[in-house]
C-alpha cells in the first residue's frame, strides 16, 4: 500500500491562506470519506484538525478548513499565524482494510 | 480526562521481540478501536495496526505484517502491540491512539506521548 502524496513543504505569510494536497487513489481517498488531517510537532502527541474529510474537532480554530475531490483531499488554512507551524499528515482508510498516512508537509509561517 | 500512556520501548537487538502496552484511562475502553502508529526519526508518521473494540477487526500494515500482532485487554483497559523478528529499520517512536468509534476505521481522536523503539546490535 503506497503512501498518500502531499507536498514536502508549503510556507506563507501572516495572514495568508495556504492549501495542502493529499492525494490518493479511488482505494483510499477517492473512496471513502475516512480522511482526517493531523497536525505534528516530532516528539509531541499528533493533534486531530480535520476528521471525515472536512470536519473540524472542537478547540480547533475555525481558520481549517478540509475539503475533498475526487482522489485528492486539501487542507486549507486562512489567516496564516505563527502557531500553525508544524509537520502536517493526511491519513484514510483503505479498501486493504488498512490505513495509509501521507508522507507529511512542513508548514513554514515566514 | 482521557488519557494514553505507551510503555515497554527500549533497546533490543535485531530478530529479538518486544512488547508494547497503552494503558488507557478516562474513558469506556471496550467501546472504542485503536491504533498504534510509529514515526522513523526524521521520518513522516507510519501506520502500524489497528484493533476493533472487540477485537473482531485487525489490520496491520504491510511491513509489519506477520512480525508484530495487535492485541487488547479490555478488562485492564490495555492495548498491547508485540513485536518480533525486529529489524533496525522497526526503530521509532511508537504512538497508542484512540479512535473516535468501536472500528478502527474511525479517525483517531487521542493519542498518546509515545514510547521509544530503538532496534539495534
Known amino acids: 500500500q503506497s503512501a498518500l502524496t502531499q507536498p514536502a513543504s508549503v510556507s506563507g505569510s501572516p495572514g495568508q491562506s495556504i492549501t495542502i494536497s493529499c492525494t490518493g487513489t479511488?482505494?483510499?481517498?477517492?473512496?471513502?470519506?475516512?480522511v482526517s488531517w493531523y497536525q505534528h510537532h516530532p516528539g509531541k502527541a499528533p493533534k486531530l484538525m480535520i476528521y471525515?474529510?472536512?470536519n473540524r474537532p472542537s478547540g480547533v480554530s475555525n481558520r481549517f478548513s478540509g475539503s475533498k475531490s475526487g482522489n485528492t483531499a486539501s487542507l486549507t488554512i486562512s489567516g496564516l499565524q505563527a502557531e500553525d507551524e508544524g509537520d502536517y499528515y493526511c491519513?484514510?482508510?483503505?479498501?486493504?482494510?488498512?490505513?495509509?498516512f501521507g508522507g507529511g508537509t512542513k508548514l513554514t509561517v515566514l | 480526562e482521557v488519557q494514553l500512556v505507551e510503555s515497554g520501548g527500549g533497546l533490543v537487538q535485531p530478530g529479538r521481540s518486544l512488547r508494547l502496552s497503552c494503558a488507557a484511562s478516562?474513558?469506556?475502553?471496550?467501546?472504542?478501536?485503536m491504533q498504534w502508529v510509529r514515526q522513523v526519526p526524521g521520518k513522516g508518521l507510519e501506520w502500524v495496526a489497528g484493533?476493533?473494540?472487540?477485537?473482531?477487526?485487525?489490520g496491520y500494515a504491510d511491513s509489519v505484517k506477520g512480525r508484530f500482532t495487535i492485541s487488547r485487554d479490555n478488562a485492564k483497559n490495555s492495548l498491547y502491540l508485540q513485536m518480533s523478528s525486529l529489524r533496525p529499520d522497526d526503530t521509532a517512536l511508537y504512538y497508542c491512539?484512540?479512535?473516535?468509534?468501536?472500528?478502527?476505521?474511525?479517525?483517531?481522536?487521542?493519542w498518546g506521548k509515545g514510547t521509544t523503539v530503538t532496534v539495534s546490535s
Open positions: 491512539a484512540k479512535c473516535s468509534r468501536g472500528q478502527f476505521y474511525y479517525y483517531m481522536d487521542v
Open positions: 491519513t484514510s482508510y483503505t479498501t486493504s482494510r488498512i490505513r495509509v
Open positions: 478516562g474513558f469506556t475502553f471496550d467501546d472504542y478501536g
Open positions: 471525515e474529510v472536512s
Open positions: 484493533i476493533s473494540w472487540n477485537s473482531g477487526s485487525i
Open positions: 479511488s482505494s483510499d481517498v477517492g473512496g471513502y470519506n475516512f
